[in-house]
């Protein structure tokens, strides 16, 4: 495991075999876990007396003072998972801990894990319903900051989206187009996210149906209606006979 290696680097940092064995087992963990994971852009994971990189340009993005300053926080976060907004790669953000060994007696700080993550495809990824109902956009920000914005978002809906009620469901429109709108914070990091589903196609499914339940049920009323002036029709004229041979 991670742990497994880290500490033994950590155990005997002046031998070059452990550390050798250590770096490839790490390397090789890495890259199979980033090839399983297409929302993941880098991984990487700093010990002591060892750094690996799954990607070193990306890697080298990051500036050291950005650095130092994540990995203190997820020091201090003592194994918590902290997010980091991150300008380049675009559309990414780091994920951020510390890497601790748990074992009885032992529960000592051995590393940092930064992992890089496209916020597209995260979004993408983690809506699998997204193309069910039509076109769909999404938008996730940090107070004044856009983190994600989906391409070809609606726009002139600024003062609809800040009206917006966490949570409730909400019909909008722009651009001679209906909209199915949520919004809502995500926890710990008060990140908000909007979430705009097209209503066109499932507001015109609900007139048609509305339009067909209203049809059959005057066609239902119709067919009644006649049903019925026939049947008193026919009760009338036997009635008549009856009586006109009464008579």
């Known amino acids: 495991t991670v742990q497994e290696q880290l500490a033994a680097v950590k155990e005997q940092p002046e031998d070059m075999v452990v550390r050798s064995k250590a770096f490839r087992q790490l390397n090789t963990l890495l890259q199979n876990y980033l090839t399983q994971n297409q929302s993941l852009q880098y991984i990487r994971i700093s010990g002591e007396d060892i750094d690996i990189d799954t990607n070193t340009v990306w890697a080298e993005k990051l500036p050291d003072d950005t650095r130092i300053r994540i990995g203190q926080e997820a020091t201090a976060a003592e194994g918590r998972v902290c997010w980091f907004y991150q300008e380049e790669p675009q559309n990414s953000v780091l994920a951020v801990r510390s890497i601790r060994r748990i074992e009885p007696y032992w529960l000592d700080t051995l590393g940092v894990a930064v992992i890089s993550v496209q916020i597209d495809q995260l979004v993408q990824s983690s809506n699998d319903f997204s193309g069910r109902f039509g076109e769909s956009y999404y938008l996730l920000t940090h107070g004044e900051q856009v983190l994600y914005c989906s391409d070809y978002f609606p726009e002139g ?79 009338i004229t036997h009635i008549m006979s009856l009586i006109h041979k009464m008579t």
């Open 157 to 235: 809906i600024d003062t609809e989206l800040e009206n917006l009620k966490e949570g409730e469901y909400t019909i909008i429109k722009s651009g001679g187009k209906r909209y199915f709108a949520l919004t809502g914070v995500i926890p710990d990091y008060d990140w908000r996210y909007v979430q705009l589903i097209l209503y066109d196609d499932m507001y015109r499914a609900i007139t048609d149906s509305v339009l067909l339940y209203v049809v059959v049920v005057l066609f239902g009323a119709l067919l009644g209606t006649a049903l019925c002036n026939r049947l008193v029709k026919r009760l």
